[in-house]
């Protein structure tokens, strides 16, 4: 494997910040029928970029000195002939490496069936000793990266043709879970365009070639992020698919489906995988010069602009977040952006708009209530805002998510000091006194502190766990399958249908290869697994077996699957958006004492509710 480690940009690189159309062709020289395509979103190669010659060697870490615990890294599946077609001046791999330099990624590793991949003057590839060997190769790579990764990792194939945007939907957004960029309403699963199956915004089946889908309703795009607290889960998956792998399980399978496997297999472990749709934007692969000219014209008939102001608003967010506010918040970033308006800056004008409701709100009359209600809700939209902006504008930092997690606490609680101030005044308008308001108020603030222990605390055990798993995992696990692989997760992840004898394809397009096709990959599995029956070698025979997890998870799979609950699910848990409503309406309607015990009263649920869920799933399989 070839690691490459170039220096990312000083800052984040907005689509504005990208060179003129045909900007890669002064560097590379590329034919003219080429160069001459706009294209909109595609970075400048840096100086001493991935592949460059001369560039830092081969190793972790340190020659780009980014290195630090959260870097992001991730890993080029360049073993198909697709990646060295011509783009420009360059190739495919290079115009994806350029775009992952340019999403600031810290580490590139590319897996390729060569040693030594350089970049050369006319952009072609020098082709060296040292490379994978095949399908087995790759995996095991992958696991290599993810036992060492101190951040998220993205896993991408390199005939990748991707506009920037849809990659940093993907990579860019922090403190995000693993994530899979799908399509839903394209082209039906075929050659390079897996099936999959989405229930509640989450990946719920996954397949391949060999692996089949049950009610298929959307196709895998070639680019898969893990989050830390599945690191563990990946190396696992990997290595456990690369043991399949060399004893022949998946027949022919080439390289091209590596990505596609480690989907299915993550699918296949129980790892919650969202499906990030792309709107308007496009990410495709792409097999032979023809298709990799119109995938790169495709691109260009996208308005990125409105693309990319979509990608900006949560997809996944809360029920209000998303009705009451998203709905026309997004209106708001292009102006801000314009105005030279950090994310940081719009934090604090929620902020400052926080404390003004809470001067209303210590006021105690029914107008000044109402008042203080309205500018709760502006608040409240200036939070979305700023989180809007930063993802338009790529504007991500550690401290910008702390200040924002911050003064999210600091603006309700303030808020909570407000009403409690109105309400003891007594106004006879609204009632009150100060006999047990402080008492209800203090309680609604130590309600929430716990809520959000019980929140953080798991999220970093999970991540713990995760780390804990990816330097763990390998082929030293306990056996039982082929070639040492344990039978459990042998069961789980081999093929719902044989695979082709070597020497015929089963989707192979690895680089070398004439087929181009592959297997149609719509089926009729519904996310069960199937192992080789015993002493039966490599076929592998379709067999039934329950959902991985406890009752307590199957059934929140379940409720998953209907939008209703879904959002039932989401509202119940009182995420920010609805407990600013719940201020912001029995505050203006009725006055503090309401809203403290609405707030106590919904809080206590939804913490019960929380804390039995992270049990379950801390105890699921």
Not at 288 to 308: F, I, K, M, P, S
């Amino acid at each position: 494997m070839h690691d490459s480690h170039a220096p990312a940009p000083s800052g984040p690189r907005a689509s504005d910040d990208l060179p003129p159309p045909g900007g890669l062709r002064e560097p590379y020289g590329g034919p003219p029928e080429f160069g001459d395509l706009p294209f909109d979103d595609l970075p400048a190669a840096p100086p001493g970029g991935p592949h460059a010659p001369g560039g830092p060697p081969a190793g972790r870490a340190g020659a780009s000195g980014r290195s630090a615990p959260g870097t992001a890294a991730a890993v080029v599946l360049a073993t198909t002939a697709g990646a060295a077609l011509r783009c420009g001046g360059g190739t495919l791999l290079d115009r994806l490496t350029d775009q992952l330099v340019a999403l600031s990624v810290g580490e590139v590793h590319v897996v390729a069936r060569s040693g030594d991949i350089t970049r050369a003057t006319d952009g072609a590839y020098l082709i060296g000793a040292e490379g994978s060997h095949g399908l087995a190769d790759d995996l095991r790579r992958v696991a290599r990266v993810a036992r060492a990764a101190t951040g998220p990792v993205a896993v991408l194939a390199g005939d990748l043709v991707a506009h920037t945007e849809a990659l940093a939907v993907l990579l860019s957004a922090p403190g995000g879970g693993t994530t899979a960029l799908v399509v839903t309403d394209g082209d039906e699963p075929g050659p390079l365009r897996p099936p999959v199956r989405v229930e509640g915004g989450r990946v719920a089946a996954a397949g391949t070639s060999l692996h089949e889908v049950a009610g298929a309703d959307g196709t895998f795009r070639g680019a898969l992020r893990v989050g830390e607290a599945d690191l563990g889960r990946l190396a696992e998956t990997a290595e456990t698919l690369a043991g399949l792998a060399e004893t022949g399980v998946f027949g022919a399978m080439g390289g091209a489906e590596a990505g596609d496997l480690l989907l299915a297999g993550l699918v296949r472990y129980g790892v919650h995988v969202r499906a990030r749709g792309l709107g308007r934007l496009r990410c495709e692969r792409v097999v032979g010069q023809e298709d990799a000219d119109a995938a790169v014209r495709r691109l260009n008939e996208v308005d990125v602009a409105h693309a990319r102001l979509d990608a900006a608003v949560k997809a996944d967010d809360g029920f209000f977040a998303t009705y009451g506010v998203s709905s026309w918040s997004g209106h708001l970033v292009r102006p801000a952006a314009a105005l030279g308006l950090t994310p940081n800056a719009v934090t604090w004008f929620s902020a400052g708009l926080a404390l003004l409701a809470a001067a209303w709100f210590s006021a105690g009359t029914r107008p000044a209530l109402v008042a203080g209600a309205v500018l709760v809700y502006l608040s409240f939209v200036l939070d979305c805002v700023d989180g809007q902006l930063a993802r338009y504008t790529r504007m991500f930092s550690p401290v910008g998510a702390w200040l924002d997690a911050t003064f999210d606490r600091a603006k309700e609680y303030v808020v909570y000091v407000g009403l409690a101030v109105g309400y003891a005044a007594g106004h006879g308008a609204v009632g009150g006194g100060p006999e047990g308001i402080w008492a209800l108020a203090v309680a609604a603030m130590i309600l929430q502190a716990l809520r959000h222990m019980i929140d953080f605390s798991y999220a970093g055990s999970r991540a713990d766990a995760g780390a804990a798993r990816a330097r763990s995992a390998g082929p030293s696990a306990a056996t039982g399958g082929p070639s040492g692989v344990p039978a459990d997760a042998a069961a789980r992840l081999a093929p719902s249908r044989p695979a082709p004898p070597s020497g015929a394809s089963a989707g192979s397009t690895d680089a070398g290869s004439t087929d181009t096709r592959g297997t149609d990959t719509r089926g009729t599995d519904t996310g069960s697994t199937a192992g080789p029956e015993p002493g039966e070698g490599t076929r592998a025979v379709p067999q039934e077996s329950p959902p991985p997890g406890n009752p307590v998870v199957r059934l929140s799979r379940l409720l998953e699957r209907s939008s209703t609950t879904r959002w039932l699910k989401k509202i119940i848990v009182l995420p920010i958006g609805e407990r600013m409503a719940l201020i912001a309406v029995t505050a203006a309607l009725f006055n503090a004492r309401v809203t403290f015990l609405a707030l106590l009263t919904w809080g206590g649920v939804a913490a019960l509710y929380t804390l039995t869920g992270r049990i379950g799933r801390s105890l699921s399989k």
